[in-house]
């Protein structure tokens, strides 16, 4: 007999073999061993069984899922966009509003390409066992999908704080000469093969981020890019299907939650820099302004970013002295926005003239 090797059992549930030996332990839906002894000489039906394992979760990835639209707010099992990358969590309020799209606003800097992440996760509701594995299909429309990860997830590995241990793992953005000119992702995950690894029978559970862009620098028009859910999209592999597996069988969603991303232009509040007394033109006036405004109890500027005489982000007297210099003593004029009113980024700005 050759050297033993064996595969240790789930982190997330400790269970100790019968009479304290070292046999495998079958535990959990999937009856899977806790631990599975192999040796240079493994039984043939020792074989068979593992690999009917494996097979039975890549076969329940090629099935075709459906993704079924209707009331879906308490359903068992449904794939929601969420807010941010998460392993798990009990909370189920992504439940809420999941008929319909997740919709959200970027704003972006006018010639800049914008760009975001879209966050998927699993919601289960009262599932009795718990997903053990999931293939995903997902179509990006309006603009460009630069990326898709497990990072933060529930799908990413143990060592990366995931729960996928001895399992499985493909993501990647598809060709789109292979999917007829569309462009998305598809993704696949098995928790593990060795052990009773499932999500949570109760809660959300993050399972694919998708970055997007848009197609053209933004302008004054919003752009507005899609993520949806298509059976069929092709990696690497075969078409893809958007399913998960519980107790070793295919479970379909309920529904798939789409996401639209609208990016807008950022409008930046204009101001005229150094006339914190916003009377549309710098002079010596604004000196007194700030001076009276910092030492004496006057009124305090309504747009702040005027005040900033000499740019350094600041509002106190050497602004004041800044504008002295420059008007009677050869020193530098304000930067930008001046002599006329401008822009210059997410500024603290309430109200101005220029804005009028």
């Known amino acids: ?27 959990g839906d999937l009856q899977l061993p806790q631990r599975i002894l192999t040796t240079d000489n493994m039984e043939e039906n020792d074989m068979k069984y593992l690999l009917g394992i494996c097979l039975g979760f890549l076969t329940a990835f090629c099935l075709a899922g459906v993704v079924n639209a209707g009331d879906c707010a308490d359903a068992s099992l449904s794939i929601a966009i969420v807010d ?13 509003g999941i008929d319909s799209p997740r919709e959200s ?11 975001a992440t879209v966050y998927a996760a699993i919601v289960s509701n009262g599932i009795v066992g718990g997903v053990q594995g999931w293939s995903l299909s997902a179509l990006v429309t309006g603009g460009a999908i630069t990326g898709a990860n497990l ?24 060709d789109p000469a292979r999917n007829e000119g569309a462009t998305g992702a598809v993704s696949a995950v098995v928790l593990s093969f060795t052990m009773p690894v499932t999500l949570s029978g109760d809660g959300t559970a993050g399972v694919l981020n998708i970055d997007i862009a848009t197609s053209e620098p933004q302008g004054d028009e919003p752009q507005t890019v899609n993520v949806g859910w298509r059976d069929g999209m092709i990696g690497a592999g075969q078409p893809v299907a958007n399913v998960a597996t519980v107790s070793g069988a295919t479970a379909d969603f309920c ?39 910092l030492f004496r109890g006057a009124a305090a500027a309504t747009c702040l970013a005027s005040v900033d005489c000499n740019g350094d ?24 926005p001046y002599p006329a009113c401008g822009q210059d980024g997410d500024v603290d700005c309430e109200a101005s003239i220029c804005g009028e």
């Open 313 to 336: 982000g600041l509002n106190d007297v050497s602004d004041a002295l800044y504008n002295i210099a420059y008007r009677f003593s050869g020193g530098p004029a304000p930067g930008a």
């Open 1 to 27: 007999m050759g050297p033993t090797r064996w595969f240790y059992a789930n982190k997330r549930k400790a269970l100790a073999a019968p009479g304290g030996g070292d046999p495998a332990v079958l535990s």
């Open 105 to 115: 606003i970027v704003y972006v800097a006018g010639g800049d390409i914008g760009e």
């Open 84 to 96: 941010e990358a998460i392993v798990e969590s009990a909370d189920l309020s992504a439940l809420d």
């Open 151 to 174: 990072d933060g997830t529930s799908g990413a590995d143990v060592s990366a704080g995931g729960l996928r241990s001895v399992g499985f793992e493909k993501t990647e953005v598809v």
């Open 255 to 293: 529904t798939c939650q789409a996401a639209a991303v609208t990016f807008e232009l950022v409008v930046y509040p204009s101001f005229l820099r150094c006339d914190p007394n916003d009377d549309g033109q710098s002079d010596i006036a604004d000196a007194i302004f700030i001076v009276n405004s």
